[in-house]
């Protein structure tokens, strides 16, 4: 359905284009204020975006959808670049970094004070935004009232870009670190800093490191991934949250965690979306009227309007039907379940036990399975956060399925509504010091096609705590566990319930520097499944208005880019080597209508060769242009990680160029001891 455009608005709009917001050691923060008229002598409530990603140019079309939307509905929409980034003053020196979050506390504050604000605040955000929101609430600004937060965790180490299940992963680790790289060069613009850009862009390129060199060094959970982790102190948040997640996007299983734990006012928000905003037409949809939704959470919360946005069910989740796989669905087929919570009175658990109730070929009489899978098993795992791209979802299964050893249910009798958490508890041994396993859950059709409903992971020397790093006694059997990423799917009768396990997951998983096998002790390991009674199914009224946005930028296309697959496999059978090249798909070339020609080119690179788990290879590359009347500026990044047995190995070059002159090169290299990863 079509997202609907709101040009009248009970308030008209003014926007103050550059406002710098000053910090307590100096350094000038950039804003973007959108006001309502007359706010000046009718103070009004602000809220708050905070972000890296230059409210200039690369958000600023999705900003122009909601930030003049929430201005003519009564509040001050603020939109505010991080220090060292966009048009702000100083250096960024990491993600999540304490001088973020204390320089977030320092807007909060400057914006209570301003004449046209009631010095009330709510702060709202999707991925880096939604974190922040989350450690900005804990650390209780007074008049930070209510939050938004979209597609975050309240887990760094669990749940973010770095590590899944203990296990350090190739693909973002690499690719994101590399993105971040290429944000760091940009430089703020001249027609708004003026001719202090050059001495500010000098600044940052002096000030770079690499986030992957600080990320691999932390292969433990420890005091570096606690900090800006609100899970170590739930009590800190004051302020209500409203937390959001998508089934299609990796930081779904916040949004239970929050409501189980926060004592602050807590609602939950999942729907079948992507890493993206609920109300933005990216697969897989239905979008909902997202930003009457939020307007509703900061009435109430704000303005103390009776909205009755506290009488809804505090969990509301879109339960999932059963899909054919695909790399895309412009819909997911479904029905909106009410919940009064998390755990919930409707959610029990059903047990499978590896040894009797699932079938598998793999175990012998002794009830043992081996499993040693390929090096390039995980080529079909697509991409870890979706961001709505056509290529973006897991395809059919039934290659990784033959890769990995399976067990699975007989023909279903009945329907089984998953929604929750599944965790598989394994009796293993291994052949080597350090494994992996990896797990899957697959919804196979009577046809055989096998469709990814879940995954998680454990890095065996994590079976005791992912702060921990155990090696493993060789043959020596351990207990661990693996939970899954949250789910909601209903698996309908007739189709069957496929486990598979793994020890390779390229490129999510970065494979140990030992190649060795598992064996699993299928008697004394069991599958638990979160089940929804179907009785809670369409029991509560839930119901959301069509997506709604104010105008957007008049955005025109630059010249378009070489033609490309956004993700192609190619397998060399003389070298038996396997290459997953991805176009992530950011948005190409662009023109602004302030006249900025704006070029993006990304591409990244996973090869591994043989059986050799020192083969793998991660790659990320960026071509940056910023061109603008007689200004332009260049950027090129290539982030490069290799691995040896014991070392990570990382190597990151930067070109910058003004007017296609060099500006600025400079070439990172770092080895990293590999302590459990």
């Not at 979802?393 to 399925?401: C, F, I, S, T, V």
Request: with cysteine.
């Amino acid at each position: 359905m079509p997202v609907k455009i709101r040009t009248d608005f009970p308030h008209s709009v003014t926007v103050m284009e550059h406002v710098l917001i000053p910090m307590s050691d100096g350094v000038q923060l950039a804003a973007t204020i959108w006001l309502p008229e007359g706010a000046a002598s009718r103070p009004v409530p602000a809220l708050l975006e905070y972000l890296p990603y230059r409210r200039g140019d690369w958000t600023a079309p999705r900003d122009a959808q909601r930030h003049p939307w929430y201005a003519g509905h009564g509040y001050a929409s603020v939109r505010v670049d991080m220090r060292g980034c966009g048009d702000s003053e100083g250096v960024m020196l990491d993600e999540y970094h304490p001088q973020e979050q204390a320089d977030g506390v320092e807007v909060i504050e400057w914006l209570a004070a301003q004449p046209w604000c009631t010095g009330k605040v709510g702060m709202f955000g999707i991925s880096w935004g939604g974190f922040n929101a989350l450690q900005l609430a804990a650390e209780q600004p007074e008049a930070l009232k209510a939050i938004v937060t979209v597609c975050s965790t309240d887990d760094r180490y669990a749940d973010d870009v770095h590590y899944f299940g203990g296990a350090m992963l190739g693909i973002d680790m690499t690719s994101w670190a590399g993105t971040m790289l290429a944000f760091q060069c940009r430089p703020p613009a001249p027609w708004r800093v003026g001719d202090a850009w050059e001495t500010m862009w000098k600044e940052r390129l002096e000030a770079l490191q690499p986030f992957s060199e600080i990320w691999m060094d932390h292969q433990e959970r420890d005091d570096y991934w606690r900090h800006g982790s609100v899970c170590e102190d739930y009590s800190k948040i004051t302020a209500a949250v409203l937390a959001v997640g998508g089934w299609a996007d990796p930081y779904r299983n916040t949004v239970f965690r929050l409501l189980e734990h926060l004592d602050a006012p807590a609602q939950g928000l999942i729907g079948p979306w992507s890493h993206q905003y609920p109300d933005i037409q990216r697969t897989p949809g239905p979008t909902i009227g997202f930003l009457q939704e939020t307007l509703r959470w900061w009435d109430y919360w704000l303005k103390g309007i009776e909205t009755e946005v506290m009488a809804e069910p505090a969990l509301r989740a879109y339960h999932q039907d059963s899909v054919r796989p695909a790399t895309h669905y412009p819909e997911r087929a479904g029905t909106w379940v009410g919940l009064d919570g998390w755990p919930s009175a409707d959610v029990g658990q059903r047990r499978f036990k590896l040894s009797s109730d699932l079938r598998s070929l793999a175990t012998d009489a002794a009830g043992m399975a081996v499993v040693d899978t390929p090096q390039h098993n995980g080529v079909d795992a697509a991409r870890w956060f979706p961001f709505g791209n056509l290529s973006d979802l897991p395809p059919d299964q039934r290659a990784e399925d033959g890769r990995s050893v399976v067990f699975e249910t007989p023909v279903l009798a009945a329907d089984i509504n998953l929604f929750g958490y599944a965790r598989l508890k394994l009796r293993v041994n291994s052949s080597t010091p350090r494994a992996n396993v990896i797990a899957r859950l697959c919804d196979v059709g009577p046809d055989g096609s096998s469709t990814l409903i879940t995954r998680g992971a454990i890095n065996l020397a994590r079976r005791n705590g992912m702060d921990k790093a155990e090696e493993l006694v060789p043959g020596q059997f351990v207990d661990a566990e693996i939970e899954f990423t949250s789910m909601s799917w209903q698996i309908p009768a007739g189709h069957r319930l496929r486990l598979a396990l793994a020890t390779t997951y390229w490129p999510w998983i970065w494979p140990h520097g030992e190649q060795g096998f598992v064996t699993v002790d299928a008697g004394q390991s069991v599958l638990e499944l979160d089940d929804l009674d179907p009785a809670a199914i369409g029991r509560r009224d839930v119901a959301f208005e069509e997506a709604e946005q104010a105008p957007g930028l008049d955005i025109r296309p630059g010249p378009a880019l070489a033609a490309r697959p956004e993700r192609e496999v190619r397998y060399e059978p003389q070298s038996e080597s396997w290459t997953l090249t991805v176009d992530p798909n950011y948005g190409g070339n662009r023109i602004y209508p302030d006249g900025l020609n704006f070029g993006e080119e990304a591409l990244e690179r996973y090869s591994i060769s043989g059986n050799d788990p020192l083969t793998a290879r991660a790659e990320s590359m960026w071509n940056v242009s910023l061109q603008r009347e007689d200004w332009g500026v260049r950027i090129e990044t290539h982030a490069t990680v290799t691995a040896s047995k014991d070392h990570y190995v990382l190597h990151n070059e930067v070109k910058t160029f003004k007017d296609e002159q060099l500006f600025f090169e400079k070439t990172f290299e770092k080895r990293i001891s590999r302590t459990s990863a």
